[in-house]
């Protein structure tokens, strides 16, 4: 939040909007020109439909805030703030201190020196200084450059602000100062498996981590304190009943200098993966009114009670057996999930940051705050779903977004080309979706992820897109538990894509190569399809689905009747289809235009070569992002027998051992040389963008040797070198990625390119040609 001290001074009783006297948000509702603007303040949103409310409530208020009131003289706001985030949250925040005139400070690391975030302060004209994210740097930094506030992030964990001061009930669990191991599991016991390891100042499911019993402790303890040193540099932790069906319901309260508190209704962020949100909606589905009254009543007693100033959201479990809510904790912050709410109440959060930071009242009295519509966030990370959502690096090759609306937000902190990078939480961007009510947003969420489309690392965008479609989704039927509960539908089969996805991408490698070969000066080229005697080319294109490599590579063979009209036919595992008379060209590298089965199609294809030489165990030359009917798949092109067999030949002068499965920070090794390990030991223990990642022993064997120590940087593919003296030792990270145990020296280029880094005709080796 931002801060700066000021005096406590009284409100007084009334308060005039743009010339309007306002005594409740009904009145905000009906002038709708002022209420407009207010909506236009927005960054990058145009103003929105004045909806009815949804439910015309509001938390029960006693204090002087409900009585219209008049603001004395505004206090002018900062000349400067220091900006001490990264990404799209200061992107965010850039573009409302642009729209009020404040000039912006950045700190960012050697990784973000190109980061979006920083470019758009150089385009500002505005000062940066580069050092490393430390509490006594920046405000060093804010010395040095006149900054005249920042912004900060941290938590409350303590129960006694709620259970004492607001009579709000807690989760059963241990948050006292001793935090040795036998105290922790001592009270675990007491409270009674399942429990929850939390650390005391986390956030984004950092340092947290679920016991199911007393073995598993000290083990989950040792992990969720180093990952909590690592986020937060703090190692306490707290530990908690795991409620087994639970609900993560939070209250967006305000507060100012002069004593005032509001809500500003509550959000729904229960469906997460690995402790943390990846889509969150406001207001909360199907709580009762008086639900949604009591826990804004009781979020905003609990901010009053430690005379909270600034952005702040109070955190509840609710239990959907029981319709119990507790405390969790208060993040003393703006967080990720806040565009929802500025979307169903018409309010600039970042703006209300700055105006309460200068000491200016609270812009809108309770009473006065709008429910318009319902909303939801949809977080997109670079991560694999499928893989335990395992986070992804590397370059953004392509990235093509939907165009904002006046009712669909997009924050994003990365454009194509930049990189993303091991030292930081893996997210993208964020689309924000509102429609009168949540049938309508939900619908216009889900085209936007369709619209999404990104090529170089792997991401959740069709994940997020199959889980708003999932009927117990639609139907508010949510929990923290609903990826597992719903796993198998969440995670369809993959293995048979529609085959015109599939004679699409053979025609797009076979019209690329003949663009390749018309640039060649040459005679034959001008004979287009023809060939003596009659005869047209024969092409054949194998692919293989990324998700279905144990099955038979699908054939396609295209048979060119001219320079734009083809005939394709698809032989899968399943069946055989042909297409007659399909008319495509290539409109530029990466967007084929065709008509097929009568339908006019501009199919977005981006090329992707891999890093290993193909050879029989992954024989994979290139791989095609193929974007069709609002969905993503990937095939790869398999190269033909004598490459693989070079790349055979290549990789026997491999030895064996475990390679790292991303750029990773070894934190630590478990084994050393000749040390025999167990299925399921802890063999060595890796982090990732603040994540740790354990690799354990997939069955018995002695330890050869060991490449790798505490303390050190491996890149992607990096080998460790830790092998068996019998056999080969498999292992798995986490539960589900098997690490292979070979290592390729580098080589140069496989295959030489044309200038747009497309393969040539004449030297491609996944292309064969018959008569």
């Excluded at 201190?97 to 990784?111: D, F, Q, R």
């Excluded at 807690?170 to 929850?196: N, R």
């Excluded at 304190?225 to 309260?253: C, G, M, S, T, W």
Aim: hydrophobic share 35%.
């Amino acid at each position: 939040m931002f801060t700066k001290a000021t005096k406590n001074v009284k409100l007084p009783r009334y308060r005039k909007v743009s010339g309007v006297l306002i005594k409740n948000h009904k009145n905000i509702a009906s002038n709708n020109s002022a209420f407009s603007r207010t909506l236009s303040s927005l960054p990058d949103h145009r103003p929105v439909q004045i909806y009815p409310p949804y439910h015309g409530l509001a938390p029960t208020e006693t204090s002087a805030l409900q009585e219209s009131r008049f603001i004395p003289e505004h206090k002018p706001l900062f000349d400067k703030i220091l900006i001490a985030n990264r990404g799209e949250i200061a992107c965010r925040v850039i573009r409302t201190a642009k729209h009020l005139g404040i000039k912006t400070v950045a700190v960012y690391s050697e990784a973000d020196k190109n980061a979006l975030h920083v470019r758009m302060l150089l385009d500002l004209e505005t000062e940066i200084e580069r050092d490393q994210l430390r509490a006594d740097k920046i405000i060093q930094v804010a010395h040095k450059t006149g900054a005249q506030s920042l912004t900060l992030r941290s938590k409350f964990s303590t129960p006694d602000l709620c259970q004492l001061a607001a009579n709000v009930p807690c989760v059963p669990g241990y948050h006292g100062a001793a935090q040795d191991t036998e105290t922790l599991l001592g009270a675990s016991e007491k409270i009674g498996y399942p429990v929850l390891i939390k650390a005391v100042l986390g956030g984004g499911g950092k340092g947290m981590r679920i016991v199911h019993s007393p073995s598993e402790f000290v083990e989950a303890l040792e992990s969720a304190r180093r990952e909590a040193k690592k986020a937060f540099n703090d190692e306490r932790v707290l530990v908690e009943k795991y409620i087994e069906r639970p609900r993560h319901v939070e209250v967006q309260v305000f507060g100012d200098t002069l004593g005032n508190v509001v809500s500003l209704w509550e959000r729904d962020c229960s469906v997460q993966r690995r402790h943390q949100k990846i889509i969150e909606e406001a207001p909360a589905p199907g709580l009762a009114d008086e639900i949604r009254i009591d826990l804004g009543a009781k979020a905003v007693a609990a901010a009053k009670a430690v005379n909270y100033v600034g952005a702040g959201t109070v955190e509840f479990i609710f239990d959907n057996d029981t319709n119990q809510f507790y405390f969790m904790e208060m993040n003393t912050r703006l967080q990720v999930e806040h565009p929802v709410t500025e979307m169903i109440t018409g309010q600039d959060l970042v703006e209300w940051q700055l105006e309460v930071a200068a000491g200016n009242p609270l812009l809108l009295a309770q009473s006065e705050i709008p429910l318009l519509g319902h909303a939801f966030e949809a977080r997109i990370y670079a991560e694999n779903p499928r893989n335990n959502f395992l986070p992804d690096v590397g370059p953004l090759i392509h990235l093509s977004t939907p165009s904002p609306t006046s009712s669909l937000r997009l924050e994003q902190g990365f454009e194509q080309g930049s990189n993303i990078e091991v030292y930081y939480d893996p997210m993208i961007s964020k689309i924000v979706a509102h429609g009168r009510d949540r049938t309508e947003a939900l619908r216009i969420l889900r085209k936007a992820l369709e619209e999404y489309q990104v090529v170089g690392v792997s991401t959740n965008v069709e994940f997020l897109h199959t889980l708003a479609s999932h009927p117990a989704f639609i139907g508010g039927e949510v929990e923290t538990g609903f990826i597992p509960k719903h796993h198998e539908s969440l995670f369809p089969d993959l293995s048979n894509p529609p085959p015109e996805v599939l004679a699409l991408a053979a025609l797009f490698t076979v019209i690329r190569g003949q663009r390749s070969l018309s640039v060649v000066n040459s005679p034959w080229t001008t004979l287009a399809a023809k060939r003596f005697g009659g005869e047209v080319y024969h092409e054949t294109v194998q692919l293989q689905v990324d998700s279905s490599q144990r099955l038979p590579p699908i054939t396609v063979d295209i048979i060119i009747k001219s320079s734009t009209i083809f005939d394709a036919t698809v032989t899968t595992s399943n069946g055989k289809w042909t297409f007659n008379s399909i008319t495509a060209s290539l409109l530029n590298r990466t967007t084929l235009s065709s008509i097929l089965e009568g339908s006019r199609l501009k199919t977005t294809i981006v090329s992707q070569h891999p890093t290993t030489v193909p050879s029989p165990s992954n024989p994979i030359t290139e791989r095609l992002h193929v974007f069709y009917g609002g969905h993503k798949v990937t095939v790869s092109i398999v190269a033909p027998k004598w490459v693989q067999m070079r790349g055979e030949t290549i990789s026997k002068a491999a030895k064996g051992g475990i390679r790292a499965p991303m750029p990773s920070l070894v934190v630590d090794v478990k084994v050393g040389s000749g040390d025999k390990v167990e299925k399921g030991q802890v063999v060595v223990i890796l982090e990732s963008m603040k994540t740790e990642t354990v690799l354990r022993s997939e069955g018995p064997g002695v330890i050869k040797s060991v490449g790798c120590k505490k303390g050190e940087m491996v890149e992607e593919g990096r080998e460790l070198d830790l092998g068996q003296q019998t056999k080969r030792l498999p292992f798995l990270l986490g539960t589900s990625l098997r690490i292979t145990i070979t290592t390729v020296p580098n080589l140069p280029k496989q295959f030489p390119t044309d200038q747009q880094g497309q393969g040539k005709y004449y030297d491609d080796p996944t292309r064969t040609i018959s008569d």
